[in-house]
């Protein structure tokens, strides 16, 4: 997508085959978070699912622990990422998910 082209490269063929990988995603998630833009990490979360990527629990807990790491408080957005995981096929949330979701 618009997100992951190189500044000043133009849109080619080659670039709507291409997909991110799941580190590529899991990078750009978790910039957004910490830059406060949650909006964001549920948008592009949508979008990976979308083009076949699947976040795993690695992904979510790497989400949680910037929630919890947060000066703000992120209870709200850390029980949504939490619901989600919860919800995502083939994804068990594990103890670091549910400690991390807590702090």
Do not use: H
């Not at 690695?58 to 709200?76: F, G, I, M, P």
């Amino acid at each position: 997508e618009e997100e992951f082209r190189p500044i000043g490269r133009n849109k080619s063929k080659s670039d709507e085959q291409s997909v991110p990988s799941l580190n590529v995603y899991q990078a750009v998630l978790v910039a957004c978070a910490r830059a406060g833009q949650y909006d964001n990490v549920t948008s592009l979360l949508t979008k990976m699912r979308r083009r076949g990527v699947r976040p795993n629990v690695y992904t979510y807990n790497s989400l949680l622990n910037v929630c919890a790491k947060d000066k703000e408080t992120r209870w709200k957005e850390a029980l949504s990422l939490l619901s989600q995981c919860q919800r995502e096929p083939g994804i068990d949330p594990d103890l670091v998910t549910y400690t991390t979701a807590m702090r």
